[in-house]
C-alpha cells in the first residue's frame, strides 16, 4: 500500500511538472538548442542556424531570446549571433557542472542539472553541497543515460509548482530563482531532507533514478 501511494504521488508530480513544461515549450526549446549549438557556452551560434533549430523565423527567436527569463542561462544576441552564458550569482556556487575539461558554476536548481545532461546526452557531472548537513555531493551522468551519484543515499527536492504561481510566469528571473530553483536542492540522504519536507506543502524527495525516469518521459 506504501508503494502504491508513492507511485501515485510521483505520478501526480510528475504531470503537474508537464503541464509547465508543455505551457514554457518555446523557452525549453530554446534553452535545449542553446545548450547544445553552443556546446554550454563555448562558442556562438548563429541567429540563423538557431531559428532553424527551432523552426522558426529570424524574427521569432531574437524575440524568444529577448524575453527569456532563466535564472541559471542568459542569451545575449548580438552582429548576428547569440552566446550563451551559464549564470551563478551566489558567492559560493550552487553547482559545478564538469564538461569534459571545463568547470562551469551554475545556479539553478538541482533538476536542471538532469535536463542539461539529458540534452547534451553526453558525459558530465555535477558537484553540489548538502543544504543540511554540508557534506559534498557528486552526480556522473555517463553515456547511455546511467547516472552515478556519491552518496548513493543523496536525493533530489523537488517542490510542488502549484506552490509558486507567480514564479511559473516565467518573466522574473529572480523571482523565479528565489521560489522555485532555491527551494529544489540535492541531499545527502532522506533523513537530511526531512526539515525540507515539513516546508514543502506538496514536495517530493526523489532518488536520482526517479528523477531521470520522470524528467526523460517530458523533455526528450
Known amino acids: 500500500m506504501a508503494d502504491q501511494t508513492r507511485t501515485s504521488q510521483l505520478e501526480e508530480a510528475a504531470a503537474l511538472w508537464r503541464d509547465v513544461f508543455v505551457q514554457l515549450k518555446p523557452q525549453v526549446d530554446l ?3 542553446l545548450l547544445v549549438l ?31 527569463a532563466w ?3 542568459k542569451a545575449v544576441a548580438e552582429d548576428g549571433q547569440v552566446r550563451l552564458e551559464l549564470v551563478s550569482t551566489d558567492p559560493k556556487p550552487r553547482y559545478l557542472y564538469r564538461i569534459g575539461d571545463r568547470v562551469i558554476p551554475v545556479g539553478g536548481c538541482a533538476p536542471d542539472a538532469f535536463v542539461a545532461a539529458h540534452v547534451l546526452g553526453r558525459p558530465m557531472e555535477v558537484e553540489s553541497s548538502c543544504p543540511s548537513t554540508g557534506p559534498p555531493i557528486r552526480v556522473a ?17 523537488v517542490i510542488d509548482p502549484r506552490t509558486a504561481p507567480e514564479a511559473l510566469t516565467f518573466t522574473d528571473a529572480d523571482e523565479i530563482d528565489a521560489d522555485i530553483c532555491l527551494r529544489q536542492p540535492l541531499f545527502a540522504s532522506p533523513d537530511g531532507a526531512r526539515d525540507w519536507l515539513d516546508r514543502q506543502p506538496g514536495g517530493q524527495i526523489l532518488t536520482v533514478d526517479e528523477l531521470q525516469h520522470h524528467l526523460i518521459r517530458f523533455i526528450s
Open 141 to 157: 551522468f555517463r553515456d547511455g543515460g546511467t547516472v552515478r551519484v556519491e552518496p548513493p543515499t543523496a536525493v533530489v527536492a
Open 31 to 33: 534553452v535545449k538548442a
Open 71 to 73: 535564472p541559471w542561462v
Open 38 to 68: 553552443t556546446d554550454v557556452g563555448a562558442r556562438p551560434v548563429i541567429v540563423d542556424d538557431l531559428a532553424k533549430a527551432l523552426g522558426r523565423s529570424v524574427d521569432e527567436t531574437e524575440r524568444l531570446i529577448g524575453d527569456l
